[in-house]
């Protein structure tokens, strides 16, 4: 990577002692772990932080010259495995820093061998680029998933005549959103990449290539599979690419309505400004619209809301707000994680700044619990309830280790019904379900929810309950239809001494399969 967008000159010490050195940019790292940035994807994020932390380590167990101090390689390996995260790419370090990186490799038995330390460091990163160079079409040597025909690109291509594919932005500064032009080759043996390339042909001199020369590049892959064109797609109604709302609606509706064909759409999945943020699904995954409020974890009476805003839909609790905690904030295209939900607390609770997350996490750990089911009169006993809510944080913990890692909701509220059972006669809510027993919100719109089936949902006293189990899977089919995935759990099999293990598979597997 030549961008090192990451790295910054600082001046340390005072005249005329003082010097200058090359310090990572901590705070662009930190806020990059719990959210993509604005002006940078994912995927370039991921290769510059992949490079450094390769060949610091390198450095640093091989005699040194290694760029970083042990506090900034802390944050860069904290960040590294939640940025791959969201890029489907797993990495698992046995060290924090360069500290516990010399007890590991002293452990392992490395500490009389460079060529033993190099290894293992390539061995570790190396896989990592692999998969990441997976993300570059022009790299790519498997065959591409392939469901947009070429009628599709044509008419998409013939659609955008006379609509500027870069909006606001010159090739260069568009298409450096997408890919890392610095190290794309050029057709131009007169330049050393892509970027000098599209520059000179475009900029430089605009008649040498026509409008759509992109369409047919195969360094950008839009003719070969899908997720390039996908990308570009979405990044045509980026806010920092497309100030007009009204071209970007128009194009968003064109866009869909050709996709459709192919069974893929581009639906809002963030908003900057106001503005919104676009990524493309497969039609019929995930649940469609903008989250804008989450009410979960009540500890005491339920609350009660109403529509404060009718036209606007917002939602205004009028009672026992404070026995429930309501999230509000812009839900990223990676979903809620961990990291996202500790910031949040940590604001909430005006807690300080410089304290651990660690310490954050294990406060908002307490104050989920307290929403779960609990039998006061056997307070060592876990409920069903608590055992997937422990297990699964012994999985993924609230801390830095999870921080990347999908947050996953108690008493998640779907609706309110303002009529008591008594007021309805001891009558079903006509809204169904009132609330979810645990809520997963995952990439690309993807919502899980998680039930916990004690005897009162088949049951009624000791017989079972044709009418209460029909009840329950008419509420499945609702919200399936609606786009959650729902997984149930009945409260028997985790009281069985091997409901951990099995729940350790479950989320495993669950999320292992999501994008």
């Known amino acids: 990577m030549t961008k090192h967008r990451f ?32 002006d940078m994807t994912d995927l370039d994020a991921a290769y510059e932080l992949t490079r450094l932390a390769m060949v610091d380590l390198e450095a640093f ?61 390539n061995g570790v990163f190396g896989p990592v680029l692999d998969q ?119 194009l ?67 009672k026992n707000e404070q026995f429930c905690l309501v999230y509000s904030q812009p839900l990223s295209a990676s979903g809620l994680t961990w990291g996202e939900m500790i910031s949040w607390w940590r604001a909430r609770e005006s807690l300080p700044a410089d304290m651990p997350d660690n310490e954050v996490g294990r406060a908002l750990y307490k104050r989920l619990w307290a929403s779960l089911h609990s039998d006061p009169e056997r307070p060592k006993w876990l409920s069903p309830e608590q055992r997937v809510f422990r297990t699964y944080c012994e999985l993924y913990p609230i801390s830095e280790t999870g921080a990347s890692h999908p947050a996953l909701l108690p008493q998640v509220y779907l609706h309110m019904d303002p009529k008591t059972r008594k007021e309805r006669g001891n009558k079903d809510s006509a809204l169904g379900r009132e609330r979810m027993d645990f809520l997963l919100l995952l990439p690309h719109g993807v919502r899980v ?21 029909a009840k329950m899977v008419a509420e499945d089919r609702a919200l399936r239809l609606k786009g959650y995935e729902v997984y149930r759990f009945g409260g028997y099999e985790l009281g069985l001494n091997s409901a951990p293990a099995m729940l350790h598979r479950f989320f495993a597997e669950l999320l292992g399969s999501q994008p």
């Open 61 to 121: 167990g091989t005699g040194g010259g290694e760029t970083l101090d042990d506090q900034e390689i802390a944050v860069l390996l904290r960040t590294l495995p939640a940025v791959l995260k969201r890029l489907g790419v797993a990495l698992n370090l046995p060290f924090r820093d360069f500290k516990s990186f010399k007890s590991y490799w002293k452990e392992q038995g490395m500490s009389d061998s460079y060529a033993a330390r190099r290894s293992y460091v």
């Open 132 to 250: 990441l160079d997976e993300y570059h079409p022009h790299l790519r040597q498997r065959d591409q998933t392939r469901r947009i025909t070429d009628v599709t690109r044509r008419r998409l291509r013939d659609g955008l005549t006379g609509a500027w594919w870069g909006g606001t932005l010159d090739e260069v500064q568009f298409l450096s959103r997408l890919y890392d032009l610095d190290n794309l080759p050029s057709h131009d043996s007169r330049f050393a990449n892509a970027a000098r390339d599209i520059w000179q042909h475009c900029i430089n001199n605009p008649a040498d290539w026509e409008d759509d020369w992109i369409w047919h590049d195969e360094r950008f892959g839009l003719a070969d599979g899908d997720e390039a064109l996908l990308r570009l797609l979405a990044e045509m109604l980026h806010p920092a690419v497309r100030t007009d709302t009204a071209e970007v609606e128009r």
């Open 449 to 469: 929810v998680v039930e916990v089936d004690g005897k009162h949902h088949y049951a009624e006293g000791d017989e079972a309950s044709p009418r209460l189990y």
């Open 7 to 38: 790295l910054v000159a600082r001046q340390i010490g005072a005249e005329p002692f003082s010097y200058t050195r090359t310090c990572l940019d901590t705070s662009l790292v930190e806020r990059l772990r719990s959210t993509s940035l604005d």
């Open 252 to 318: 968003h509706a064109f866009f869909n309505e050709t996709l459709a064909h192919d069974g893929y759409e581009l639906i809002e999945v963030d908003s900057i400004s106001g503005a919104p943020v676009f990524a493309a699904r497969t039609i019929g995954a995930g649940v469609p619209g903008v989250m804008k409020n989450l009410i979960f974890a009540a500890d005491g009476p339920k609350p009660e809301f109403v529509l404060g805003d009718a036209i606007n839909n917002d939602v205004l609790i009028v």
